[in-house]
């Protein structure tokens, strides 16, 4: 039975309401109706949607009571990488940074838009006609974590745009933070039922939002600041950073009330000054400020380095410190095989938290600093920083006091530690087998493009590891259906799928399974050169440094990496019981009469949605013949492949004359495997 036309505009006028006071309460802080009055709106529109399910909209203020939990969260690839930005700590370094942005843009004075580095997670949030669609995680800054069901509950962040003029296609990133009050409020929360207390608001935001259940996040009073884009259409871009951001508070997004213009490196350091004066008075967390050229055409003139734009800057605030005495020194080996040494505090109270533990970094920062156990030390803490050892207090340093050595192998495992000259890092080399290492070889080896396992995610992982269910990867091809069953959140049909997604996984190419090795300093590219050359696994597995030598982007750095972990017998045993379990790969034949790369040198840009494969599939097909894919379009670009509803590189690509492939043409050029 359909909705009678009155409902339906009933709901809108609901809808549109209920959106009202959301702006109202958690944006402006200015609530016109108490909370009863706005749960009576809630509870009405509830009724209505349960009773009509078509009036259910992805933009209804409903979705942000929670959905049902995921098993997983989904890998999604930034259209324009999310970068991190670069640091400056002190005025000789701001000023150097000013003097650069003004030589580079040929101006005597520079305006910026200074704003609080908010302490959160940030976040990119994808607008398709105005709603919500889609929001991600910075990840690495070039693929992150599809957090949409849980960005949909925080009710700062519009599901729906207001007003008018966005683009259709377009991305606003900004910062979810928790607020001071409400995080105080969720540790009070916590000591009373006994579950888990966190050290800083920032810990507190960043696993709130990492929950696989969105229900759990929207218990926790999260909100966001928008503070810039990602994907947007060059031509509707305005002038200048300030008008970006008035204009996205516009369409509904909340920003920064403490943003502001200010001029030259003078009125940047009078901001600072001020907003640290005011920090703790904040009523978020804030580890600095951060600086952004105004004017976009000359942001696009300073451009980028590899991981940071050269147009903004963060400027921290000084770090805390304190004074407390080494219990002892004990030696971690993190999730990649290097062995940190730690030192064991007396707990101490820096920068809002109780330390008890500090990186000592390696074994020439503890010979450098002489730290010992026993020995009073100055202990920093900068933000979310790890705290660190920064000096000890030589008089007060006990008698007898012996300088601590670094083990002769690796304490978790035994194996072979691996020190490579001119690096301070020590490593084991047992990446299949040590224990400290399980966790993260096996999320590799899992990876989509790795063996890409579908449905095996972090979290799984980690009940399949704290289980003892496997202790290696080749494990993994071992599991029963009992087995996953029983865990949580996974189920018969679950388990199932998972069993198959394994069966499927075993059929991979040599340069795939390299890579999922997790060898050090191997990646695809790298992989691949190895699996071309050598063209099989056991002439990899015998090969002598010379002829490592031989192969493109393989140096003695790498080479070195390479026969150290086919030296370990363990590694070996892992190998053979994979292939033993049924993991195998085809001899790739020659593609065409040009040879094995006949795409070598040219670049192709994919958007949208493919239907034949995905993106990342696409994207390996395209490598193995030697293109190169770029995330974004320019006049080098050879071609587009353009999907299901493409984004705005399809534009840019018709304006610079780019040729663009359908999905039928892109195919087509596969099969005859030549462009």
Known sequence: ???????????????????????????????????????????????????????????????????????????????????????????????????????????????????????????????????????????????????????????????????????????????????????????????????????????????????????????????????????????????TQHELIEMLQRWGLPVSPELRLVRGVTGCSDYFSSLAERRSRLPYDIDGVVYKVDCLRFQAVLGFLSRAPRWAVAHKFPAEEARTRVLAIEIQVGRTGVLTPVARLEPVFVGGVTITNATLNNAEIIKEKDVRVGDTVIVRRAGDVIPEVVQIVPELREVGAEPFRMPEACPECGSALEIVEGEVAVRCSGGLYCPAQHKESVKHFASRRAMDIEGLGEKLVDQLVDKKLIATVADLYRLSLEQLAGLERMGAKSAANLLEALERSKHTTLARFLYALGIRDVGEVTAKALADHFGSLDALMAAHEEELLSVADVGPVVSGHVLLFFRQDHNREVIAQLLELGVVWETRAKTSDEGERPFEGRVFVLTGTLSAMSREEARARLETLGAKCTGSVSKKTDFVVAGAEPGSKLAKATELGVPVLDEDGFLAMLDRGRP
Do not use: C, W
Request: charged residues 30%.
């Open 1 to 239: 039975m359909s909705a009678p036309a009155e409902l339906v505009e009933k709901v809108r006028r609901l809808s549109e309401e209920i959106e009202f006071h959301n702006v109202r309460y958690y944006q402006q802080d200015d609530p016109l109706i108490t909370d009863a009055e706005y749960d009576r709106l809630m509870a009405e529109l509830l009724a209505l949607e349960e009773r009509y399910p078509e009036l259910l909209t992805p933009d209804s203020p409903s979705q942000r009571v929670g959905a049902p939990p995921v098993e997983a969260f989904a890998e999604v690839r930034h259209e324009v990488p999310m970068l991190s930005l670069a640091n400056v700590f002190s005025e000789e370094d701001l000023t150097a940074f000013d003097a650069r942005v003004r030589k580079d843009s040929a101006q005597e004075s520079v305006d910026y838009v200074a704003e609080p580095k908010l302490d959160g997670l940030a976040v990119n949030l994808l607008y398709q006609d105005g709603v919500l669609v889609r929001a991600a995680t910075r990840g690495d800054g070039q693929v992150g974590e599809d957090v949409t069901h849980n960005v949909r509950v925080i009710r700062a962040i519009p599901l729906r745009l207001q007003g008018e003029g966005y683009p259709v296609h377009f991305e606003a990133r900004g910062e979810v933070f928790m607020p001071k009050e409400g995080f105080l409020a969720l540790n009070e929360r916590a000591r009373k039922t006994g579950d888990k207390v966190f050290a800083n608001p920032r810990n507190a935001a960043a696993g709130s939002l990492r929950q696989l259940d969105a229900r759990v996040t929207a218990s926790r009073p999260l909100s966001f600041y928008a503070y810039g884009i990602g994907a947007f259409p060059e031509d509707r871009l305005p002038a």
